[in-house]
C-alpha cells in the first residue's frame, strides 16, 4: 500500500474519531445483533465489493465517544454506508458523503 493511501485511512480514522481498538477489525465482516438477515446480507455484499477493489473498511465500527456506529465506513474514500430498513429515520441522522442502502 502506498504512502498516499495511508495518509487518506489515517485521516478518515481520525475525522471520524474512530475508537482505537476499532482498528484491529479493518477488512472484517462484523454483524449487530438486531440486524435483520436482508441487512446482513447486504452487508456482505458491499463489503466483498469494496474488498475485491482493494479498498479498506470497518464494519459496525464505533467512534471514540460511543455515539455514532457505522455499518461501513469505507476507509480511503471516507464514504459511510448505512444499511437500513427505513430511510426516512436514516435521513436525519447522516453526514455529507454518506450513502444509505435500503434492503
Known sequence: MNKNKWMRINNTLRNRKIHHDQVKHINCVRFHPKESFKQRMKKCEIASKL???GIPFLTEAWTAD???RFDILDLENDI???ITT???KELKKTYKGDEIVKV
Open 86 to 88: 427505513d430511510i426516512k
Open 66 to 68: 460511543r455515539k455514532k
Open 51 to 53: 474488498y475485491s477493489d
Open 80 to 82: 459511510d454506508y448505512e
